[in-house]
């Protein structure tokens, strides 16, 4: 007979995972300098968008634990890859707009920019290799 798991259990091994990797990258210094630039307000985020040809922005919030779980991702990614990322906090002033215009309703959401233009987006939690394949692409 085969068991099969109810998906509330799922959702708790899956939390429990995150925080698990949260923790352990907690105990580990990034190599490198971080190159991602942290925006709150929508004219800065407008700003970089037209002044760079590609862009990747990760769109996240402080309480959200997916986005602090992808956090030591982006980070790699950015000091060992020539990727310009942008991190925008959902509750900062005017971002709504921003958040309506690239259709983003979770977190994290990643959008890749391309000429000011959205090019692709994805959402929630992603390996490295997921995520570097989804800028790369």
Same mark, same amino acid.
Request: charged letters at 20%; a negative charge.
């Given at each position: 007979?085969? !068991? @099969?798991?109810?998906?509330? !259990?799922?959702?708790?091994?899956? $939390?429990?995972? =995150?925080?698990? =990797? *949260?923790?352990? +990258?907690?105990?580990?210094?990034?190599? %490198?300098? *971080?190159?991602?630039?942290?925006?709150?307000?929508?004219?800065?985020?407008?700003?970089?968008?037209?002044?760079?040809?590609?862009?990747?922005?990760?769109?996240?919030?402080?309480?959200? *634990?997916?986005?602090?779980? *992808?956090?030591?991702?982006?980070?790699?990614?950015? $000091?060992?890859? $020539?990727? $310009?990322?942008?991190?925008?906090?959902?509750?900062?002033? %005017?971002?709504?707009?921003?958040?309506?215009? +690239?259709?983003?309703?979770?977190?994290?959401?990643?959008?890749?920019? !391309? %000429?000011?233009?959205? @090019?692709?987006?994805? =959402? %929630? @939690?992603?390996?490295?290799?997921?995520?570097?394949?989804?800028?790369?692409?």
């Amino acid at each position: 007979t085969s !068991r @099969t798991i109810s998906f509330p !259990r799922i959702s708790e091994i899956l $939390n429990c995972l =995150v925080l698990c =990797v *949260m923790l352990l +990258y907690q105990q580990i210094e990034p190599v %490198g300098q *971080m190159s991602i630039k942290t925006i709150s307000d929508i004219k800065s985020l407008r700003q970089e968008i037209s002044t760079s040809q590609d862009i990747i922005v990760k769109f996240g919030a402080d309480w959200c *634990m997916p986005c602090k779980a *992808m956090a030591p991702i982006v980070e790699d990614i950015a $000091n060992t890859h $020539n990727v $310009n990322i942008v991190s925008v906090d959902i509750e900062g002033e %005017g971002i709504e707009e921003i958040l309506r215009e +690239y259709h983003v309703s979770s977190v994290p959401t990643f959008v890749k920019i !391309r %000429g000011g233009e959205k @090019t692709a987006s994805i =959402v %929630g @939690t992603h390996s490295k290799g997921k995520l570097l394949e989804f800028i790369t692409g």
